[in-house]
């Protein structure tokens, strides 16, 4: 006879449906703007560059920053956030 499954195999099973079922937490940048922007991630020890082209969507860049867009400000932004570019403007969504 097989023997039955451990309560330990069955918490395993359960926490990794739940992490498959969890959406991103990712914050991203939307440029609504025809310019492009450059910008900084500071997380942590973690430090990047980059910058979003006119009329799009940065990937996922984050979980819980400070993202600075030079000539329009600095964001403390995490989880869903989406920092949203129009008219040199920012503002968080």
């Known amino acids: 006879m097989p023997m039955p499954p451990r309560p330990i195999v069955w918490t395993f099973a359960a926490a990794l449906s739940l992490l498959i079922a969890a ?20 997380e942590g020890e973690y430090h990047d560059e980059g910058e979003v082209a006119g009329n ?24 869903k956030q989406r920092i949203v570019i129009k008219g040199g403007k920012a503002t968080v969504q």
């Open 23 to 42: 959406p991103a937490l990712a914050v991203t940048i939307k440029n609504q703007d025809e310019n492009f922007y450059k910008y900084s991630i500071q």
């Open 56 to 79: 799009t969507t940065t990937a996922d860049l984050c979980g819980n920053c400070l993202i600075t867009i030079p000539t329009i400000g600095d964001f403390i932004v995490s989880g």
